[in-house]
């Protein structure tokens, strides 16, 4: 049974959706390892804060017994002054060294699951349409994933490790002031608190929206930037180097603007995070003044209320940054959430099964299709393909040759009638194995930013060094591979520039070969060549296509007056079809065009003599 998926725009998710989706992550089933040492770096936690929170006890012993207010509980215990001393360092010695090794025991798990994280993200972009590729702009895409990254990183090390240890630290605190001091204290300390994060949130929560126009600002001067410097060829034909920079300086700029903000809203609401953790900080520290002066407590009362306070402070202070980040974070991966939400347009039946190819005879039935619902590209067409045939689409721009490539390729699903490989609906297979027997040679060979041999051993994952080779030795191209200083270890530079058009035509056949499938689509394969480097390549073209079945999409017709079938498609229905003598012989639109390309290369040849 088929299943259709809708495409739909992506909406990010909301922090609480996007913490859902983290936590599978950190307690995954079956993994008890990741369980064990997220509850063995947990017990360090509460264990770091409860010697956190003790440590002011040695400090006012100490105080205490250096005063001679009163005897104590540590010097009942035979501690001295000193020994009180030493017992305090221990005890923040202690505090930093369970936190380090809560840190050391959660690393692995923080890690594997920003691994795996990255990997589904990876993974499911690479199973997203034709169609949403190509409206989404890669540099936008990657600063996403990058950002989404980011975010995951950082919510794992701090929510876990900074809020939540905050929020057991402050309880302590709160439980000890009411105990020992008075209820008087611990309520001063939650409502400054409670009013302090209050504003956090509330200043914070308006911040995020300056932030995240700061990051759409971001965002686009980046797309700017790299769609320039991949069509650096393009802007150097058209001396457009002072125009791409106004327009990336104009991006740029709204950046600046939306950055401005961001800075100023951070002053704002550090300036009120200092005023309002300095007046708790004051009204204690008075209150317990009293208390000395009064009697009720000692000099050690004192500055055991002043270490806590500080205690306290320094990591408030520190909420304000930690929440701000993790609000940026969560937003950050509710896109990457959103992204991974995105469903596949294309998507395997639930009982599809492999592809068997026993000779690969292709058949279209009335296919209709149309990248648009309101503009139809193909309108019940019929075309059949032997095994081991070779069939031309020719036409005008737009008349849906390459539509016909791409569906049989499966990059889109058809809106109606049915395409087939020996009989199989291409929808009823698995595109792993329909991918697996039709081989491409597009019209511009796009090359990995890598050398030679991995992208010609690209076309077949696990190929020898003689295999590579006798690829290259079928497309033409060995020896100019082996004349190079590095030979196949030569870089062939982002998208191949290094090498001229026809060489990366060379490679790109080279790694089709090594593919070799059954099934050949060849998309204009030729047309942005030279004429003698396209005679060239249409020798290795039609060596290639020996015992396999090929459909070839051409502009040039000369290139396909051999084969065994010319269909000639307009506005998405074929008009003609048959071999070249019987369409030249009809007279129709074929005929046309045949004449009036004779006519163009004969002027193009007495022009050049």
Do not use: C
Request: hydrophobic letters at 45%.
């Amino acid at each position: 049974m088929r299943r259709m998926t809708i495409t739909t725009d992506e909406k990010p998710s909301n922090g609480l959706q996007t913490i859902r989706r983290v936590l599978p992550y950190l307690w995954p089933k079956g993994e008890g390892w990741v369980k064990r040492r997220v509850v063995l770096s947990l017990v360090m936690l509460v264990i770091a804060k409860v010697v956190s929170v003790s440590t002011p006890f040695f400090y006012k012993e100490a105080v205490d017994a250096l005063a001679g207010d009163k005897p104590t509980g540590a010097a009942l215990i035979g501690l001295t002054a000193v020994g009180l001393t030493v017992a305090y360092g221990l005890a923040r010695l202690g505090n930093t060294a369970f936190q380090e090794l809560r840190d050391a025991i959660f690393v692995r798990v923080g890690q594997r699951a920003l691994r795996k994280l990255a990997l589904e993200t990876f993974e499911h972009i690479h199973a997203l349409s034709m169609r949403y590729h190509i409206t989404r702009k890669t540099g936008g895409l990657s600063r996403i994933i990058e950002r989404g990254v980011k975010g995951v990183d950082f919510l794992l090390r701090f929510m876990i490790f900074s809020i939540g240890p905050l929020i057991l630290e402050l309880a302590m605190v709160a439980a000890i002031f009411a105990v020992v001091f008075g209820w008087q204290y611990a309520a001063v300390v939650i409502v400054v608190i409670t009013i302090y994060v209050i504003f956090t949130f509330r200043v914070t929560e308006w911040r995020v929206k300056i932030r995240r126009e700061m990051n759409d600002q971001d965002t686009d001067a980046n797309q700017k930037a790299i769609d320039s410097l991949l069509n650096y060829e393009t802007v150097k034909y058209f001396n457009a180097e002072k125009r791409e920079a106004a327009r990336y300086d104009y991006a740029m700029e709204r950046y600046e603007t939306a950055a401005v903000k961001t800075g100023q809203s951070l002053s704002f609401l550090n300036g009120g995070q200092a005023f309002l953790i300095t007046t708790g900080l004051v009204i204690v520290m008075v209150m317990a003044a009293m208390g000395v002066q009064e009697g009720k407590l000692t000099v050690g009362d004192f500055v055991m209320v002043n270490a806590y306070m500080i205690q306290i402070t320094l990591p408030l202070g520190f909420l304000g940054t930690v929440y701000r980040e993790i609000r940026q974070a969560l937003v950050d991966m509710g896109e990457m959430f959103a992204l991974l939400s995105q469903p596949a347009e294309v998507v395997d039946a639930d009982d599809a099964k492999a592809l068997v190819v026993r000779g690969g005879a292709v058949a279209f039935e009335g296919v209709h299709f149309g990248y648009d619902a309101a503009r139809p590209i193909l309108k019940g067409i019929s075309l059949s393909v032997g095994a081991g045939q070779r069939v031309a689409l020719v036409g005008p721009s737009g008349s849906g040759k390459s539509t016909v490539g791409r569906l049989l390729f499966r990059f889109y699903d058809i809106t109606g009638g049915a395409i087939r490989i020996d009989g199989q609906d291409v929808r009823d297979v698995t595109q792993a194995s329909l991918h697996a027997q039709i081989g491409v040679v597009p019209q511009d060979t796009v090359l990995f930013n890598d050398t030679v041999r991995y992208n010609i051993a690209y076309g077949r994952d696990g190929a020898s060094q003689a295999e590579i080779e006798a690829a290259a030795r079928a497309a033409k191209i060995h020896d100019f591979i082996v004349s190079l200083p590095e030979g196949y270890e030569t870089k062939v530079g982002e998208r191949g520039l290094k090498l001229s058009g026809g060489e990366k035509q060379r490679v790109g056949i080279a790694r089709t070969l090594l593919k070799n499938p059954p099934i050949l689509i060849l998309d204009e394969a030729t047309s942005a060549l030279d004429t003698q480097t396209e005679r060239d390549i249409q020798d290795s073209l039609r060596e290639m296509g020996q015992g396999r079945t090929v459909i070839t999409i051409a502009h040039r017709l000369s290139t396909i007056a051999d084969a065994d079938q010319i269909v000639v498609l307009e506005a998405g229905v074929i008009v003609e079809r048959g071999t070249h003598d019987e369409l030249l012989a009809n007279g129709g639109r074929y005929s046309a065009m045949w004449a009036r390309q004779s006519a163009e290369e004969e002027e193009g040849t007495l022009a050049a003599e």
